[in-house]
């Protein structure tokens, strides 16, 4: 039995952030826009809380945070490093099915499951047998960036597609076709393509212009593994023009000893801290953005129209803000510069090609994701 059609669908939402905040922002952007369109939202967060995340206009519920073991997404730890064991992942299970049980949603949105969060799979199956037994059954949708990790291992897609077809209703694919399709970083999209929905990127409207300036904005996602980028620009800040300002972004999980460090060691014209608000604001009249290739930060510089240097992310194998950073590129929106390697002469040189440079104009790329995500959510359930 599926669910009744209601003209304001309850859903509920589970992220789980286990190194940076991207999936945790992009869900929030999300969770909101459905809250906005009449939809009655849960959150259900498994991450490190982050402070304005999810958002006032919808229920939170934190499940005992958890967080990946090393860059490479290689097991599960508490809040404070250590191994997490049966116990702690039991009770996590037992509190996210009692949070289903309570919200009897009509809609379920999973983030990045099953495409990735494998660690996740002790309270994403038995979630998935609670859906198939509930009466009446909610609508089962999978929410996805447009730019996947790609497997290495045997038999990994497989396993998702067989997921995709016996428990999910639809794949959110939160991207614009003409910019990247699913199959470039997914092989079997083939297999799964009626059930996928392009719903563009999710991106913020266009900020207000910031009561501060600074010429150079530098940014590190959340910070956890953003160090080395922020160290380079801080000596490429030392050796440009003095009068330039500078402002580096740490993010929130950079360690204390090294953000105690960065900002010692930080000249007169650049100004380190771990977060701001107004970040879109600050790109907006800033003449230069230095950060990784991460999804939300590059929905906000297409927003802004900011030029822009990316340094992606490759530890542990990862790819996704590689092919990111290469589209960006190869459309003239963005330098791409390499992680592995990085040093001062190539990213001043950079900074120079960049600044001579004309600002991007508006790319003819879909940035409404999250109201679109709402009003697909609407017409499903």
């Not at 599960?76 to 009692?98: C, K, P, T, W």
């Not at 396993?159 to 959110?172: A, P, Q, Y």
Request: with cysteine; glycine share 8%; proline share 7%.
């Amino acid at each position: 039995m599926t669910a009744p059609r209601t003209s304001s669908p309850r859903v509920f939402f589970y992220v789980q952030h286990l190194l940076g905040i991207g999936h945790l922002a992009r869900a929030s952007r999300i969770a909101s826009a459905m809250a906005k369109d009449g939809c009655e939202v849960t959150v259900v967060t498994g991450g490190v809380p982050v402070s304005g995340f999810p958002g006032p206009d919808v229920i939170s519920i934190i499940l005992p945070p958890v967080v990946a073991s090393s860059a490479g997404f290689s097991g599960l730890a508490d809040q404070s490093g250590n191994a997490v064991g049966e116990e702690f992942l039991s009770a996590r299970r037992d509190g996210l099915l009692e949070a289903f049980r309570t919200a009897a949603p009509d809609v379920v949105i999973i983030e990045a499951f099953p495409f990735g969060r494998r660690q996740m799979r002790f309270e994403l199956l038995p979630l998935l047998d609670a859906i198939a037994s509930a009466n009446p059954k909610p609508k089962l949708y999978s929410s996805v960036r447009d730019i996947l990790q790609q497997q290495k291992k045997p038999g990994r897609d497989e396993e998702t597609v067989n997921l995709l077809r016996d428990h999910f209703d639809g794949v959110l694919v939160h991207g614009d076709p003409s910019f990247v399709r699913l199959e470039e970083t997914f092989p079997l999209t083939a297999a799964i393509s009626d059930k996928i929905t392009y719903t563009g990127i999710v991106a913020p409207p266009l900020p207000p212009e910031s009561t501060e300036t600074f010429d150079v904005v530098v940014s590190a996602g959340g910070g956890a593994v953003g160090r080395d980028l922020i160290r380079a620009c801080l000596e490429a800040a030392s050796r440009t023009a003095i009068d330039r300002r500078w402002l580096l972004v740490t993010g929130p999980n950079l360690p204390e000893q090294d953000f105690i460090a960065l900002t010692k060691d930080a000249p007169g014209n650049v100004t380190v801290v771990r977060f701001r608000k107004d970040f879109p604001s600050l790109l907006r009249g800033a003449e230069l953005s230095i950060s990784q290739a991460g999804y939300n930060t590059v929905g906000d510089l297409l927003v802004t129209g900011c030029r822009s240097i990316l340094v992606p992310f490759t530890a542990g194998g990862e790819t996704e803000q590689s092919v990111r950073a290469e589209r960006l590129e190869k459309l003239g929106l963005a330098l791409a510069l390499p992680e592995a390697g990085l040093t001062t002469d190539l990213l001043v040189g950079a900074i120079d090609n960049a600044l001579s440079r004309p600002k991007p104009s508006n790319p003819d790329i879909d940035l409404s994701g999250a109201e679109r995500t709402a009003a697909i959510i609407r017409d499903f359930s």
